[in-house]
């Protein structure tokens, strides 16, 4: 199992930007497929990016393209998620996850940060 810390949250205006980052531990990127979800209050959790531990490949959700970049630093271990052009409907509780290559199911999730951006 990998363990998961995120960071990076807080408030921010409508029209910035912030980074989100995901510590991981237990095991190394490679095998596995990293991923961000958000939930917002009263709402069911829903898939923002995901991004192959082993590199070549990434995928957004139709809401965040174009303003919203996943990505990861082997070395570190850490999954990052850059927020930009942020909208007030992007307030929202955000989670990393991780899944095994070959698994349809996220196993492992993190904690979650608060992501609040005002208009």
């Known amino acids: 199992q990998v363990q998961l810390v995120e960071s990076g949250g807080g408030l921010v205006q409508a029209g910035g930007s912030l980074r989100l980052s995901c510590a991981a531990s237990?095991?190394?990127?490679?095998?596995?497929?990293l991923a961000w979800f958000r939930q917002a209050p009263g709402k069911e959790r829903e898939f923002v990016a995901e991004?192959?531990?082993?590199?070549?490949?990434?995928t957004y959700a139709d809401f965040v393209k174009g303003r919203f970049t996943i990505s990861k630093d082997n070395a570190k271990n850490t999954l990052y998620l850059q927020m930009n052009s942020l909208k007030s409907e992007d307030t929202a509780v955000y989670y990393c996850?991780?899944?095994?290559?070959?698994?349809?199911?996220?196993?492992?999730w993190g904690q979650g940060t608060q992501v609040t951006v005002s208009s």
């Open positions: 991004i192959r531990g082993s590199g070549g490949w990434t």
């Open positions: 996850a991780s899944r095994l290559s070959g698994s349809r199911d996220f196993s492992s």
């Open positions: 237990g095991r190394t990127f490679s095998n596995y497929y």
